[in-house]
Nanobody, 123 residues
Framework: QVQLQESGGGLVQAEGSLRLSCAASGRTLSRYTMGWFRQAPGKEREFVASWSGGITYYADSVKGRFTISGDNAKNTVDLQMNSLKPEDTAVYYC??????????????????WGQGTQVTVSS
């Protein structure tokens, strides 16, 4: 089991940037696939990005604007978000799954979740 804690959310204007961080405790990140998901009010949780041993994968909606990165020494996974849009407003969740996933965009494959951090983008 790995415990996850997100930080870095907040309020930002459109076209601004935010950096989210996910700190993992209890296990070594290198043994996990790490994902970022988000959930906007009234919508289902959706995949944002994943990281597994340096291999990254992005949802089309954030490709070119968001960057996921992992630091095995610090046991953290960050999500740099640039050129933010109002439609990026959501609660962002960090998730972990043991091993390398065939479908890293499928939320059901992850069995460890953080509490979430709110990101609000104003127009």
């Amino acid at each position: 089991q790995v415990q996850l804690q997100e930080s870095g959310g907040g309020l930002v204007q459109a076209e601004g940037s935010l950096r989210l961080s996910c700190a993992a405790s209890g296990r070594t990140l290198s043994r996990y696939t790490m994902g970022w998901f988000r959930q906007a009010p009234g919508k289902e949780r959706e995949f944002v990005a994943s990281w597994s041993g340096g291999i990254t994968y992005y949802a089309d909606s954030v490709k070119g604007r968001f960057t996921i990165s992992g630091d095995n020494a610090k046991n953290t996974v960050d999500l740099q978000m640039n050129s933010l849009k109002p439609e990026d407003t959501a609660v962002y969740y960090c998730a972990a799954a043991q091993g390398r996933l065939l479908r890293s965009d499928y939320s059901g494959a992850y069995n460890n979740w953080g509490q979430g951090t709110q990101v609000t983008v104003s127009s």
